[in-house]
């Protein structure tokens, strides 16, 4: 007898590597594009790329039915702090390293943990504290006085995981009347309707030239194709098991950054990010523990 897909763990283990390399490819497009275009046209182009995807993959499939929420204005707040995410976030890569900027943002497991906290009532626990210490000694590390890394640019990181915390509480909180496809939908057209409304007064005077163009697409396309991917991987594996796969993105940033830019953290940058993720698994561990509970 065939196994059922929601017990296939190494396909969701391959599913989820994958799609991070994606992930992890599209913020490396990312921070080179941003040392060539306006923010808004750049991501302009990967959200209306990524929404076309989208609605071309599920729209046929399930009908117009798929776009449809019952709670519209907690759809549009998510929807927003994904936006704003994606600005600060490509804010802080215009200006820090792409291996740093990325386990920054893994600090989004331990705000979301303080999120539920206030506004769930969750329990946080002796495992979180320790996960909370841990993570934001890391980032210390990393943003240190003296250090490599630009402070400005480690803040619109910060403010993107702040941001990409409350993304994923209110995922949580709609996820008991909403569909994940509607969510994904919504989420990506949203995104490309407010990018290309305001792209326009940023477009460069000389045009985008076609490899540029090019990349564009190809950053949309990865992104779009990633973020289907790692929602099909928690098909086949729960996130309890998955959930310390996602630091193989860590390592992805690193890989790229030394390829693409020639760059690579210092000792205790290297330091800071390997606490940030020891800190991660102790939240994966702490929410496993809850569950089981």
């Known amino acids: 007898m065939e196994q059922h897909r929601d017990h296939q763990p190494v396909k969701g283990l391959l599913l989820l590597a994958t799609a991070l390399l994606f992930l992890a490819t599209t913020d490396a497009i990312t921070k080179y594009l941003t040392q060539l275009l306006a923010l808004p046209v750049m991501l302009a182009g990967r959200y209306v790329v990524s929404a076309?995807?989208?609605?071309?993959?599920?729209?046929?499939?399930?009908?117009?039915?798929?776009?449809?929420?019952?709670?519209?204005?907690?759809?549009?707040?998510?929807?927003?702090?994904?936006?704003?995410?994606?600005?600060?976030?490509?804010?802080?890569?215009?200006?820090?390293?792409?291996?740093?900027?990325?386990?920054?943002?893994f600090l989004g497991p331990i705000l979301l943990m303080f999120a539920g906290k206030l506004v769930l009532k969750e329990t946080i626990g002796l495992l979180g504290?320790?996960?909370?210490?841990?993570?934001?000694?890391?980032?210390?590390?990393?943003?240190?006085?003296?250090?490599?890394?630009?402070?400005?640019?480690?803040?619109?990181?910060?403010?993107?995981?702040?941001?990409?915390?409350?993304?994923h509480l209110l995922s949580r909180s709609l996820a008991r009347t909403e569909t994940t496809v509607a969510m994904l939908v919504q989420a990506n057209v949203i995104g490309a309707i407010a990018f290309a409304a305001v792209a326009p007064a940023y477009w460069p005077a000389e045009g985008l030239t076609w490899p540029l163009a090019l990349i564009l697409v190809a950053s949309g396309t990865l992104s779009g194709v990633g973020h289907f991917m790692l929602t099909s991987a928690y098909r086949y594996a729960p996130a309890s098991f998955l959930a310390p796969g996602n630091y193989v993105q860590l390592l992805w940033a690193v890989l790229l950054g030394l390829a693409v830019f020639g760059t690579i953290p210092d000792i205790l940058a290297m330091a800071g990010m390997l606490a940030i993720a020891a800190a991660g698994l102790l939240t994966a561990f702490r929410a496993r523990a809850l569950r089981t509970s």
């Not at 729209?59 to 798929?66: D, E, F, I, M, Y």
């Not at 590390?141 to 990181?157: E, S, Y």
């Open 52 to 105: 076309v995807l989208v609605v071309c993959v599920f729209v046929p499939r399930q009908g117009l039915a798929v776009t449809r929420t019952r709670r519209k204005g907690l759809v549009l707040v998510r929807s927003a702090c994904l936006v704003l995410s994606s600005v600060a976030f490509a804010s802080g890569l215009k200006r820090i390293g792409l291996a740093e900027a990325t386990s920054i943002v």
């Open 129 to 167: 504290w320790a996960a909370a210490a841990l993570g934001f000694g890391g980032v210390l590390l990393i943003v240190r006085p003296g250090g490599d890394v630009d402070m400005t640019g480690a803040l619109f990181v910060v403010g993107a995981s702040l941001l990409s915390a409350g993304y």
